[in-house]
């Protein structure tokens, strides 16, 4: 076994606070977002083409689905916490894709991770790491600019939910 030394990288996380309820957030975070459905990953050697057309419905706004979810707030209540929390695990196959391709370490930052917690009955954090700190120590240009890029994808998939969730402004 060889052990490389290890490479100390700066990560910017993100928390942004949201004026509106819990609730309504989670509905509306979770109708924008696509879903994946990994019975798609069957036809990935043996009919690609297909399996890209199905990830391509599986969308949702910014190009991205979610993977999978944990309700953190109902694991709290082992303790006696009543709170409410949700972690997102969420991206997109193809775009990880990208990434990966050029270096394939990207892998272990992609599909994102994102915790959406109440704060009080009208105002949620989200939280994150951001992907473009996460994968940017892999100094490759092409990595970097898809990373970017989630940046910006995550930034505004968070403040369409919070504006759907305010409801129409008169």
């Not at 915790?115 to 009080?120: F, G, K, N």
């Amino acid at each position: 076994m060889k052990r490389l030394p290890p490479n100390y990288i700066s990560i910017a996380h993100e928390t942004i606070e949201l004026g509106v309820a819990y609730d309504p957030f989670i509905k509306n975070f979770e109708q924008i977002l696509g879903r994946f459905d990994p019975a798609v990953t069957t036809t990935f050697a043996s009919d690609p083409q297909q399996a890209d057309e199905a990830m391509k419905r599986m969308e949702g706004e910014q190009n991205l689905m979610i993977f999978s979810s944990q309700d953190h707030g109902t694991l709290l209540l082992l303790v006696g916490q009543k709170r409410k929390a949700m972690r997102y695990i969420l991206g997109n196959p193809r775009v990880a894709m990208q990434m990966t391709q050029h270096d394939i370490r990207a892998g272990l930052y992609v599909p994102l991770s994102v915790l959406i917690y109440e704060v009080d009955e009208n105002a949620v954090r989200a939280e994150f790491d951001r992907p473009s700190s996460l994968l940017g120590q892999f100094n490759d240009p092409k990595v970097t600019e898809v990373a970017t890029g989630l940046d910006v994808k995550l930034a505004k998939v968070i403040e369409k939910a919070a504006q759907l969730s305010r409801g129409p402004t008169p």
